[in-house]
């Protein structure tokens, strides 16, 4: 089907940045809304950025002016980067992708995760 990996989390320094990539690979037919997620110890996985394939894009208010969300549909990778960082914003981040891939005679939907990457805001 399809495989989704992140790169790019890490441990940061307050008012610090980082970029998040997250490829996705298989037979891809289409890919639709690529988001980008995070879940913080004891909290619920929460919605972070969303972009469609036209390359709307809608945020968290929590993160609304200090992160951006972009893709490049030639390399089926989504990304986030993320500016001027606060520990609130320390968590696991997913990124999810849904679309549709090839199969032998007809092509099916999917909605993949990836395998989360750990960002730490710290001094």
């Known amino acids: 089907q399809v495989q989704l990996v992140e790169s790019g989390g890490g441990l940061v320094q307050p008012g610090g940045s980082l970029r998040l990539s997250c490829a996705a690979s298989?037979?891809?037919?289409?890919?639709?809304?690529m988001d980008w997620y995070r879940q913080a110890p004891g909290k619920e996985r929460e919605l972070v950025a969303h972009i469609t394939s036209g390359g709307s894009t809608n945020y968290a208010d929590s993160v609304k002016g200090r992160f951006t969300i972009s893709r490049d549909n030639g390399k089926n990778t989504v990304y986030l980067q993320m500016n001027s960082l606060k520990p609130e914003d320390t968590a696991v981040y997913y990124c999810n992708v849904k679309g549709t891939y090839n199969g032998a005679r007809f092509y099916y939907a999917f909605d993949s995760w990836g395998q989360g990457t750990q960002v730490t805001v710290s001094s």
């Open positions: 298989g037979s891809i037919r289409s890919i639709n809304a």
